[in-house]
């Protein structure tokens, strides 16, 4: 089955969020959704979570789904607002347990943060199983950029975050907490093991030099031929040497002390004071 899948970029974070839409009927899922925050007024905004609900009210569809592809780390998930104006339920994957202790210890959470992922209306194994509809979507667990990095498989289409970008683009780091550039190979294994035509959709574009569109959308046949981390047979020692090396360079997301706290809580804000104001905590020499 092919489903239907419409992509909405968020420039200021470079991520995609999808809706993919069973093709024979209205129910469908809306996957890596954006909550639009600015750091320097600590300001939210739902322009962007805005727009996908109205393509959903407009298009008259059912939401079953708010699916996290992970722990995002450059922006902070919309699910729950969305969860709020049209349904669905809210699913990542099981291993957001150890997230939540790792991330939970960096940002001094306390005892009252649930580190159990019951946060969430669905925490999802490898080899597990949902339906948008009539459509089936099935669960990778691809760990190597994250811990609870997944792929969900749905149709003809495959939903990888962001364990692979585009070919001229290339891998996801894996400097993260719980992170591996050797347990990222191997999860790109299970992805170029899908048939060549599978259609991969990725979680960020970052337009490649030379390139002056972005773009989201890839096969199987081409990451393999022209990934240029992985493509054309690279081997694991290949890989893991250029990613770690690459990585020892990187900056850290700049969005990423306020997404780890919101994302490891479903997208929620921490707790209210008593007087009803929010804040968020900022780990010194921590990450």
């Known amino acids: 089955m092919q489903p239907e899948v419409t992509g909405f970029f968020d420039e200021a974070t470079n991520t995609i969020s999808y809706v993919v839409k069973d ?3 209205s129910s469908c ?3 890596d959704s954006v909550l639009d925050f600015d750091y320097a007024s600590g300001r939210t905004d739902t322009r962007s979570a805005d727009a996908i609900i109205k393509f ?3 298009n008259k569809l059912n939401v079953e789904w708010l699916l996290e592809t992970h722990v995002h780390a450059d922006h902070l998930s919309a699910a729950p607002y969305i969860q709020q104006k049209v349904g669905g339920k809210i699913g990542i994957g099981d291993q957001i ?3 939540q202790d790792t991330f939970g210890k960096v940002f001094n ?5 649930q580190r159990d992922g019951s946060q969430f209306d669905r925490l999802f194994k490898g080899g597990d199983s949902l339906h948008i509809g009539q459509m089936r979507g099935d669960v990778l667990h691809t760990p190597g950029h994250t811990p609870a990095c ?5 149709g003809d289409a495959a939903f990888v975050g962001d364990t692979l970008f585009m070919p001229d683009f290339g891998t996801a780091r894996c400097d993260f907490p719980g992170g591996s550039s050797k347990t990222l190979f191997d ?5 170029m093991s899908l048939p060549d035509e599978t259609r991969i959709f990725v979680g960020h574009d970052y337009k490649a030099p030379g390139r002056d569109e972005y773009a989201w959308e890839t096969t199987v046949g081409e990451q393999k031929a022209l990934n240029i981390h992985v493509g054309q047979g690279k081997s694991a020692e290949e890989f893991t040497r250029m990613r770690d090396a690459r990585d020892a360079t990187l900056a850290m997301p700049k969005l990423i002390i306020p997404s780890l706290q919101v994302n490891m809580r479903a997208g929620q804000m921490p707790p209210a004071d008593e007087k009803g104001d929010v804040f968020l905590k900022v780990p010194v020499n921590k990450i």
């Open 23 to 25: 093709p024979q009927g």
């Open 29 to 31: 899922a809306i996957l």
């Open 56 to 58: 959903v009210q407009d």
């Open 97 to 99: 347990t150890v997230v």
């Open 109 to 113: 959470e306390g005892t009252e943060f």
């Open 150 to 154: 997944l792929t969900y498989v749905i």
């Open 187 to 191: 999860s790109i294994q299970k992805i």
